[in-house]
C-alpha cells in the first residue's frame, strides 16, 4: 500500500531545501546586483511564508513545534529584510501564542511584553526552549528596526540570557551541542549568533545615540567602549568609536573624540563620518591648517566612488543599516555633500588667507555646479549659497590673487543676470529693536528683490574695487557712482506704515539685509571718496567721505581718509579731531565677506 | 392583506439548485382549497437565462402534493442535481421532511425531477428522530447524515437506512469523481491499545475500509470543514487524488496524494462548501461558500484568491450561458419565479448582472500574480538601467576629475608654476591630523645609548627539577644584569662523573622564558615569547613601540632556562645525580650574531633525580595559587608540551571576546603565577591544556596552544564554530616568525642609524679639529677700522669660505674611513643575517595556512 510520507519528514524537507537555495542565492551574491538580491529575498519569504502557513494550517502539535518555530524564524527574517515589520511581528505574536496552546498554557493578552515572558516560561527547559529565544532574537530585531528600545530594556532580563545561551553555547564542546550538530534539527536562514552579535551591537550603538541625543554623554560612553569589544564588521566597530568620540566631544573633550575618530577611520577607512566630524573638532578648536587639511581629505574622500561593501563569507539577509534607523544616530551619522565640503573648503582657504587654494576650490566648485547634471545640482543648491553669492565670493577671492579682470568677468556675470531683475524702488522696512516678529513688509518676491539688488551692487562694488586696485579712478568712481545708485533705490520705512504678517525668522533675515544695505553704502561711498582724492578732487571727496561716515560709522578707512582729506585742505583741526575719533573707534565688526577686503 | 404577505414570505429565499444550465427552485406551499383535507404541495419553478433580456424567464414549473393530512407540516431539507445510479444521469433532487402531529417520528422522502418536469419519489424512509447538522445528498442519490457518533445513509440500493459500521470521532464526507466506490466516509478511530488515533475511509457502496491518509493526512481529519475532490484514479489499486479542503482556521488547502501541496488563507470563518469552475482556457476556479452568505473564488492554478462576495444567498455553478464553461451564479436576491439580483460571472470576461446597479463584482486585486509579474520585469529593467546610468555616470566624474587634475598639470607646466602637491597628495595617503611629537623620546634613547658595557655573570636564582611520563624536565631560574643582557641561552645535562673518568653529556631540549623581574609580583610578563636570544632596543627605537609583550622587554632580567630530557639514559646510566651547566654568550649588542665572543658555560648545581617528583601536581590542584611550586610546575609543563602559534586574522568581522569564551569553557581555570595563561583540564590530566590568547587588534589575534595535537584540533574545531566565517587561521612557526621580522625590521634600523652616526662622527671629529686651531689662532676679533685688522678680516674671510668649500666635498682620514667601513659591514652582516631568519620563516606561513 503506497504510504504518503509524514509531513514533518516533507516540511522539514521543504525547509531545508529553501535555506540551502536561499543561502546559494546570497553567496553568489557578490557580483549580483542590488535588485537580484531583494527578488530573490522576496521569493524566499514569500516561499517560507507559503510553507509556513501549510504548517500552521494544523493545530499546533509538539512534534512539529520545532520546525514550525524554525519555519517562522526564517520567514521572519525574510520579512524583517525587507522591512516588512508589521507583517513578521503577527507572525511572531502567532507562533508565541501557539507555543503557549502546545505548553498547554493560556495567555489571553495582546501585549507583547506578557506574551514573551509567558512564552518564554512555558517553553522552559523543553527542546522548544532555543527556538523561542531565537523568536525572540527577531523580536528583539524588529523593536530595534522600529526604534522600540524601551522595550528592549524591559526585557532586559531576558535579552542578556539569550545571549548567553545562543552565543557562547556555540563551540563549547558540550554533550548538548554535540547532539544537537547531529541531530537533524531544521536548517535556519541565519545563524542566531550571528543575529544576536549584531543586535547586540546594533542596540548598544543605538542606545548609545539616544543617551548623546539625551545628554548622558558619560553613560553612553561606557556602554559604547564596551560595545566597542563585541564581535561586529568593521563599520560597526567603526561606529561605536565614532560615537564614543561623539560623546566625548560633547563632555568637552576634543583631544581624545580626536583620538576616536582616528580609531574609527582606522578601524574603517569608509567611515567619512569620522573625518566629517574631526573637521568639526578642529573648527571648533580653531586649528584652521587641521581644518582645511580635513576638509580637503574628506571632499577627495566623497568624490572617490563608492565603495562596495565588502563580501563577507556568506552575507547576511539582516543588514545593520536596518536595525540602525533611529532618527538621532542618523543625525549622528549624516555627512554633507561633496560639494558644500568644497564650499566651506572654499570659503575657509579664503578666510585663512590661504587665497590661492580658495580661489582653484572656488573655481572648481563652480565648474562642477556648472558640469553637473542639473538633477544633482537641485539637490545640493539647497545647502549652497546662491550662484550669485558664489560668484561674488570667487570674484572677491580673485581680486585677492590680484587677477581683476577675472574678477570684473564674475561680477559681470553676476550683473548681467540679477540687473534686469531690479525693480526701481524696493521698500524695506527697519526693524525696530525691541519690538521683533511682526516686522515684515515684503514678500518673497521682494525679498529676493531686495537680494537681487544687493547682488548688484555689490558687483558693482567689486569692480569698483578692481579699477581702484588698477589705479583707474575714474572707471571706480563710474562703478561706485553705480553701486550707489543702486543702494539709493531702497528705501526704508517704519514698520507702523507696513500690512503687519508676523513672521519671527524673516525679521532676521531683514536685519540683516538692513546691515549689508548700510554697510554697503559706507563703503562704495568712502571708496568714491578715496578715488575723488585720487583724481584730487577733494571736496567730492570730502562730502563722500562724511555721508559715509554717516551711513556706516564703523568704518575706520573712512574716517582716516577724511582727515586726510581735511588735511589736505588745510582743516589741520578739524583732521586731527577726525583721526582721534576714529582712532578710538574700535573695529569688531565682522563685515560681509566681499566686503571685508578693503 | 395578510395572505399576500405570507404568500410573499413564502415565495422568500427558496432552495434552489442548478442542473443543465437552468436554475430551478423549490418551496413548499400550503395547497390551495378550501375543503378539509387541505395538505401541503411542493412546487417548483425552473428558469433559464435570457442574454439578451439580462434576465432568468421561467422555462417550467409545477407541483407536487406530499401530504393530504391537514396537520402535518412539510419541510424542505436539502435540494441538489446529483447522479442517479439507475439512469446514468444527473436529476435533480430534493429531500423533505414531514412530520407528524405527535413528533414522534419524521418521515423523510427524497424526490427526483424527472425530465418531463415531473417529481418522482426515489427514497422514503422513517426516523425516529430528526435529522440535525450536515445533510449530504450524494451520488446514488445517497442522503448521508450523522446521528449520535454514527454516519448513516440510505439510497435506492441500500434498501433501508444503514449504518457505517465504524465509529469515528471526527468524520468528512466526500465523493470520488470515479465509477464506482465513488462515496466515501474518512474519520479518525481512536485504536484501543493506543493512545493515538488513525485515519480510516470507508467506502459507502461497498462498506470496503481503506487508509485515509491517502486522502487527508491525519492531523487535518479535525479540523477539515469541507472538502472537494478535484481528481481521483486508481492505479494497481492504489488511490490517488487531488484534494481540496477548507479547515476550521481559515485555510484553503491543495493536497496531492495526501501531501500538502499548497494553502491559501481564507477571508471568512466557516466554510460550508467548495465547488469548482471549470472557465476554459482561463483554468479553473474554487468557489468556496461560507455561512452567512460570504462567497470566496480561488485560482486554482495560482492558488490566490480571485474574487469575494458577501450577503449571497446562494451560488451555482453550470453553464447558464450554455457557451460551453462552466459560470457561476451568484443570487443575491431570491424569489422563487424570479431572481431579483444576481450576478453571472466567469471572472474571465463574462459578467451579466442584474438589480445590482451600483455593485460591480468586488474583486480584490484579481490575478495579482500576473500583474506582480510584470510589474517586477518592468521595474528590475528599470533597475538594471539605472544602474548602468550611475555606473556611467560614476565613470564620467572620475574621467573628469582625471581630466582637470591633467590639464591643470598641463597648464602649470606650460605656465612653468610650480605643481602644487599637497602633502598627502606627495605621499599617496589620506592622512589624520596626527599630532605626536616625538622629542620627548630624545633623551631616553641618548641615555640607552651611553650605557657603558659592564660584564657581570648572571646569578643562579633557583635549580629545579620534574619528571613526567618518562622525560625529565630541569629549570633554572637565573638574574642577568640589565646592562649585560646574555644571549644564546642553553642548559646542558652532564651525568655525574663518579667513579668514570668523563662525564657524558645528554642530550636535551632547551627552552628559555622571560619572567618579570624577581620584586615584583607575577603580573604582565613577556613569557609568551619563547626566542631564545634577547635584543635589546635599538637607539632609534620610538618609544610608541613599546608594548607589554616585547620581546625586547630588558625591564624584566629574569629569565628561566629549562631543559627537556629522556629519563632512560640516565635510569640506564644508574646515575640518579646530575649536574646542570648554562651556556650562555653576554654581549653588550644585540646584534652581534657573528661575533667572535666565546659563550661562557657556568655551573648550576646538582640535580639528584627523584621519579617522584611529579609534575604538575600542584598546579592542577591549585592553579590559583601564587607559588614557587607552582611557577615551577608551570615551567616545566610549556617545556614539555607541544606548541603551536596561531594567527587568527578576520579582516572584516572583529573576532570578539575570545578569552572570555575560553573561560566560559569547562574546566578552564585561570594560572595566577601567569595570567595570561589559562590552563584547560577539561578530561583528565592526559588531556592538559594551556592556552594564551593574545589580541593583537580587534581584528586579529595569536593564540598559543601547549597541548597533544588531538586536543589542539579538537580546540581548534570548536573554535572554528565560534569564530566568524570570513576568519583565516594560519599557524606560525613557533613564535620565531613574528620574532624573525622584527629582528629583521631592528637589523634594518640599527644599519640605519649607525651609517649616520658614524658618517656624522667622521665629519664632526675633522670639523672639531678645525675649530680647535681657529679658536687658538684668533682669540680675539679683529679691529676693522687699522689697516692690519683690515687684512686679517679679509684672510679669515678667505678661510671661511675655503673651509665651506671644503665641507661640500670633505675630505676624512684613511684610517678613520676604515674603521668606519669595518664596523658598517659587520652591521651589514647582522642585517643579512636578520633577514635569512625571517625568509626561512615567512614561507612557511604562507603555504601553510588552513582557513576557518
Same mark, same amino acid.
Given at each position: ?32 546586483? =542590488?535588485?537580484?538580491?531583494? !527578488? ?312 585663512? *588667507? ?230 578710538? @573707534? ?13 | ?113 424527472? !425530465? ?30 450523522? &446521528? ?30 470515479? &465509477? ?221 576629475? #582625471? ?94 662523573? *663518579? =667513579? ?99 659563550? #661562557? ?52 568581522? !572583529? ?53 597533544? =595535537? ?42 640605519? #642609524? ?28 679683529? %679691529? ?15 678661510? %671661511? ?14 684610517? =678613520? ?26 614561507? @612557511? ?8
Amino acid at each position: 500500500m503506497y504510504q504518503p510520507p509524514s509531513l514533518l519528514e516533507k516540511w522539514s524537507q521543504e525547509n531545508n531545501e529553501l535555506v540551502n537555495k536561499c543561502k546559494q542565492q546570497e553567496a553568489g551574491g557578490g557580483a549580483v546586483s =542590488q535588485d537580484h538580491r531583494q !527578488s530573490s529575498l522576496r521569493w524566499c519569504s514569500s516561499e517560507f511564508h507559503k510553507l509556513l502557513r501549510k504548517i500552521q494550517g494544523i493545530p499546533p502539535h509538539v512534534d512539529h513545534s520545532q520546525l514550525e518555530l524554525a519555519v517562522v524564524y526564517n520567514t521572519c527574517v525574510c520579512f524583517t529584510a525587507q522591512s516588512q515589520f508589521s507583517e513578521a511581528e503577527l507572525l511572531l505574536k502567532e507562533a508565541t501564542e501557539r507555543v503557549l496552546q502546545v505548553t498547554g498554557n493560556n495567555a489571553d493578552t495582546s501585549d507583547p511584553l506578557v506574551l514573551w515572558r509567558a512564552g518564554l516560561k512555558s517553553a522552559g527547559n523543553t527542546a522548544l526552549h532555543p527556538h523561542v529565544l531565537y523568536l525572540l532574537c527577531l523580536q528583539w530585531a524588529l523593536w530595534l528596526a522600529k526604534c522600540q528600545l524601551e522595550n528592549i530594556g524591559e526585557l532586559q532580563e531576558q535579552m542578556s540570557s539569550l545571549c548567553e545561551i545562543v552565543c557562547d553555547g556555540v563551540g563549547d564542546g558540550s554533550p548538548s551541542e554535540a547532539k544537537g550538530r547531529l541531530s537533524k534539527s531544521p536548517l535556519l536562514v541565519m545563524e542566531p549568533k550571528r543575529l544576536t552579535e549584531l543586535l547586540q551591537i546594533c542596540t548598544s550603538i543605538a542606545q548609545g545615540a539616544e543617551k548623546l541625543n539625551e545628554g548622558r554623554s558619560s553613560e553612553a560612553l561606557s556602554d559604547l567602549q564596551a560595545a566597542s569589544a563585541l564581535p561586529a564588521t568593521r563599520a560597526l566597530v567603526a561606529y561605536t568609536h565614532l560615537l564614543s568620540g561623539s560623546c566625548l566631544a560633547h563632555m568637552n573633550r576634543p583631544q581624545m573624540a580626536l583620538q576616536c575618530y582616528k580609531k574609527a577611520l582606522e578601524t574603517d577607512s569608509r567611515c567619512v563620518c569620522a573625518l566629517y566630524r574631526s573637521m568639526l573638532i578642529y573648527r571648533q578648536l580653531g586649528n584652521t591648517q587641521a581644518e582645511i587639511q580635513a576638509l580637503r581629505l574628506l571632499h577627495s574622500t566623497l568624490m572617490l566612488p563608492p565603495a562596495t561593501e565588502p563580501v563577507l563569507g556568506g552575507i547576511q539577509p539582516l543588514s545593520p543599516s536596518l536595525l540602525l534607523s533611529s532618527q538621532s544616530l542618523s543625525r549622528l551619522l549624516s555627512v554633507p555633500s561633496a560639494l558644500s565640503v568644497l564650499y566651506s573648503l572654499a570659503l575657509k582657504c579664503v578666510l585663512s *588667507g590661504r587665497v590661492t587654494e580658495g580661489v582653484e576650490h572656488y573655481l572648481d566648485l563652480l565648474a562642477a555646479l556648472h558640469s553637473e547634471d542639473q538633477h544633482a545640482v537641485d539637490a545640493e543648491v539647497s545647502v549652497l549659497p546662491r550662484m550669485p553669492e558664489l560668484y561674488l565670493e570667487a570674484g572677491t577671492a580673485l581680486l585677492f590673487t590680484r587677477r581683476p579682470a577675472d574678477c570684473m568677468a564674475f561680477c559681470n556675470e553676476v550683473i548681467s543676470t540679477t540687473l534686469e531683475l531690479v525693480p526701481e524702488k524696493v521698500v524695506l522696512e527697519e526693524p525696530e529693536e525691541g519690538i521683533g516678529g511682526d516686522a515684515r513688509g515684503l514678500s518673497v518676491e521682494g525679498e529676493d528683490k531686495v537680494a537681487m539688488l544687493l547682488w548688484a551692487a555689490a558687483a558693482y562694488l567689486v569692480q569698483g574695487h578692481c579699477h581702484a586696485h588698477l589705479k583707474d579712478w575714474k572707471q571706480a568712481v563710474t562703478h561706485y557712482t553705480r553701486c550707489i545708485n543702486l543702494l539709493v533705490k531702497v528705501h526704508l520705512k517704519n514698520r507702523d506704515f507696513q500690512p503687519q504678517i508676523p513672521a519671527a525668522d524673516v525679521n532676521v533675515k531683514h536685519g540683516k539685509d538692513l546691515c549689508t544695505l548700510q554697510r554697503m553704502k559706507g563703503l562704495s561711498l568712502a571708496w568714491r571718496g578715496i578715488s575723488f582724492t585720487q583724481m584730487d578732487q577733494l571736496r567730492e571727496a570730502l562730502r563722500d567721505l562724511q555721508l559715509s561716515l554717516q551711513a556706516f560709522p564703523d568704518y575706520t578707512g573712512a574716517g582716516l581718509w577724511c582727515g586726510e582729506v581735511l588735511w589736505r585742505l588745510g582743516r589741520k583741526h578739524e583732521a586731527a579731531a577726525c583721526w582721534e575719533k576714529t582712532w578710538s @573707534l574700535t573695529t569688531q565688526t565682522s563685515v560681509e565677506r566681499y566686503l571685508i577686503l578693503w | 392583506m395578510m395572505e399576500s404577505v405570507l404568500s410573499e414570505d413564502l415565495y422568500r429565499n427558496p432552495h434552489r439548485l442548478s442542473h443543465c444550465g437552468k436554475t430551478i427552485s423549490f418551496n413548499c406551499k400550503r395547497a390551495p382549497g378550501t375543503n378539509d383535507n387541505e395538505g401541503s404541495e411542493l412546487i417548483f419553478c425552473s428558469l433559464s437565462f435570457e442574454r439578451e433580456g439580462n434576465t432568468f424567464l421561467k422555462a417550467a414549473d409545477g407541483a407536487a402534493v406530499i401530504s393530504r393530512k391537514r396537520l402535518a407540516h412539510v419541510d424542505i431539507v436539502k435540494c441538489k442535481s446529483v447522479t442517479d445510479a439507475q439512469k446514468r444521469a444527473t436529476a435533480p433532487c430534493v429531500l423533505v421532511i414531514k412530520k407528524s402531529e405527535k413528533r414522534s417520528s419524521f418521515q423523510y422522502s427524497l424526490l427526483t425531477l424527472s !425530465s418531463s418536469n415531473r417529481l418522482e419519489p426515489c427514497v422514503e424512509f422513517k426516523l425516529p428522530y430528526q435529522m440535525k447538522g450536515a445533510v449530504y445528498i450524494l451520488q446514488g442519490p445517497t442522503v448521508l447524515w450523522r &446521528h449520535e457518533g454514527g454516519v448513516l445513509y440510505t439510497s435506492p440500493q441500500a434498501e433501508g437506512v444503514r449504518q457505517v459500521p465504524i465509529h469515528f470521532s471526527h468524520c468528512v464526507v466526500g465523493e470520488l469523481p470515479l &465509477h464506482k466506490g465513488q462515496v466515501f466516509v474518512l474519520g479518525l478511530q481512536k485504536l484501543p491499545e493506543e493512545s493515538t488515533s488513525q485515519t480510516l475511509g470507508y467506502f459507502v457502496e461497498d462498506g470496503q475500509v481503506f487508509d485515509g491518509s491517502v486522502i487527508l493526512p491525519h492531523l487535518y481529519i479535525s479540523i477539515t470543514q469541507c472538502i472537494l475532490v478535484v481528481a481521483a484514479d486508481r492505479v494497481d489499486g492504489v488511490l490517488k487524488c487531488d484534494v481540496v479542503a477548507a479547515t476550521s482556521n481559515r485555510l484553503l488547502v491543495y493536497f496531492e496524494n495526501g501531501v500538502v501541496k499548497d494553502v491559501c488563507q481564507l477571508p471568512f470563518e466557516q466554510p460550508e462548501n467548495i465547488q469548482v469552475v471549470n472557465t476554459g482556457r482561463y483554468g479553473s476556479l474554487f468557489a468556496v461558500s461560507f455561512c452567512e452568505g460570504h462567497v470566496c473564488t480561488i485560482w486554482k492554478e495560482t492558488f490566490q484568491i480571485a474574487a469575494l462576495w458577501s450577503s449571497v444567498t446562494s451560488i451555482h455553478v453550470d453553464d447558464f450561458l450554455g457557451c460551453g464553461t462552466d459560470q457561476m451564479l451568484l443570487v443575491f436576491k431570491d424569489r422563487i419565479i424570479a431572481l431579483e439580483e444576481f450576478l453571472i460571472t466567469d471572472l474571465c470576461g463574462i459578467s451579466f448582472s442584474h438589480g445590482q446597479d451600483t455593485d460591480a463584482p468586488k474583486t480584490s486585486p484579481p490575478p495579482s500574480e500576473n500583474y506582480l509579474l510584470t510589474l517586477k520585469a518592468l521595474e528590475s529593467r528599470l533597475q538594471s538601467g539605472l544602474t548602468v546610468l550611475q555606473e556611467l555616470q560614476r565613470e564620467v566624474t572620475v574621467k573628469e576629475s #582625471v581630466l582637470r587634475q591633467s590639464v591643470k598639470a598641463l597648464t602649470d607646466v606650460v605656465s612653468e608654476r610650480e605643481p602644487v602637491l599637497t602633502q598627502h597628495e606627495q605621499e599617496g595617503l589620506i592622512a589624520l591630523w596626527d599630532s605626536d611629537d616625538e622629542s620627548k623620546n630624545e633623551a631616553l634613547d641618548d641615555k640607552i645609548h651611553d650605557i657603558p658595557a659592564v660584564s657581570s655573570k648572571p646569578r643562579i636564582d633557583k635549580l629545579w627539577h620534574r619528571t613526567t611520563e618518562g622525560r625529565m624536565v630541569v629549570g633554572v631560574i637565573l638574574t642577568t644584569d640589565r646592562s649585560a643582557p646574555v644571549t644564546n641561552v642553553s642548559l646542558s645535562i652532564l651525568t655525574d662523573a *663518579g =667513579q668514570c673518568s668523563r662525564p657524558a653529556v645528554i642530550q636535551t631540549q632547551s627552552q628559555v622564558f622571560w619572567l618579570p623581574a624577581a620584586c615584583s609580583s607575577p603580573s604582565s610578563s613577556s613569557s609568551s615569547s619563547f626566542s631564545a636570544s634577547t635584543f635589546p632596543e635599538p637607539p632609534a627605537k620610538k618609544s610608541k613601540q613599546h608594548n607589554a609583550i616585547s620581546t625586547n622587554d630588558l625591564n624584566a632580567c629574569r629569565v628561566a632556562v629549562t631543559a627537556v630530557t629522556k629519563l632512560t639514559p640516565l635510569l640506564n646510566s644508574g646515575r640518579v645525580k646530575c649536574h646542570v651547566m648554562l651556556h650562555y654568550i653576554q654581549t653588550p649588542d644585540a646584534f652581534s650574531f657573528m661575533s667572535n665572543q666565546r659563550p #661562557v658555560v657556568l655551573h648550576c648545581g646538582q640535580v639528584a633525580l627523584d621519579i617522584q617528583n611529579n609534575l604538575h601536581t600542584e598546579l592542577l590542584k591549585t592553579p590559583q595559587l601564587i607559588a614557587d611550586e607552582v611557577r615551577e610546575d608551570f615551567l616545566s609543563l610549556l617545556a614539555v608540551l607541544d606548541h603551536w602559534v596561531f594567527h587568527i586574522d578576520s579582516p572584516e568581522y !572583529s573576532l570578539g571576546d575570545i578569552n572570555g569564551w575560553i573561560q566560559k569553557r569547562v574546566g578552564c581555570k585561570k594560572i595566577e603565577v601567569s595570567p595570561q595563561y589559562l590552563l584547560l583540564n577539561s578530561s583528565g590530566p592526559s588531556a592538559l591544556m594551556l592556552l594564551n590568547w593574545h589580541q593583537i587588534t580587534p581584528f586579529q589575534g595569536e593564540l598559543h596552544v601547549h597541548s597533544s =595535537q588531538l586536543q589542539m584540533f579538537q580546540f581548534l574545531d570548536s573554535l572554528l564554530a565560534y569564530l566568524p566565517e570570513s576568519c583565516s587561521i594560519q599557524p606560525l612557526k613557533g613564535a620565531g616568525g613574528k620574532g624573525a621580522s622584527k629582528m629583521f625590521a631592528l637589523a634594518l634600523e640599527k644599519e640605519l #642609524v649607525s651609517l649616520r652616526e658614524y658618517a656624522s662622527l667622521l665629519l664632526c671629529e675633522e670639523d672639531e679639529e678645525k675649530l680647535k686651531e681657529k679658536c687658538f689662532g684668533y682669540k680675539e676679533t679683529p %679691529d676693522a677700522g687699522s689697516v692690519e685688522g683690515l687684512q686679517k678680516c679679509r684672510a679669515m674671510c678667505q678661510r %671661511d669660505l675655503e673651509r665651506s668649500n671644503m665641507k661640500l666635498s670633505p675630505l676624512v682620514d684613511v684610517g =678613520q674611513y676604515r674603521r668606519l667601513i669595518q664596523s658598517m659591514s659587520k652591521i651589514q652582516l647582522n642585517g643579512d643575517l636578520a633577514a635569512l631568519l625571517d625568509i626561512q620563516f615567512s614561507p @612557511l606561513m604562507c603555504c601553510s595556512g588552513f582557513h576557518g
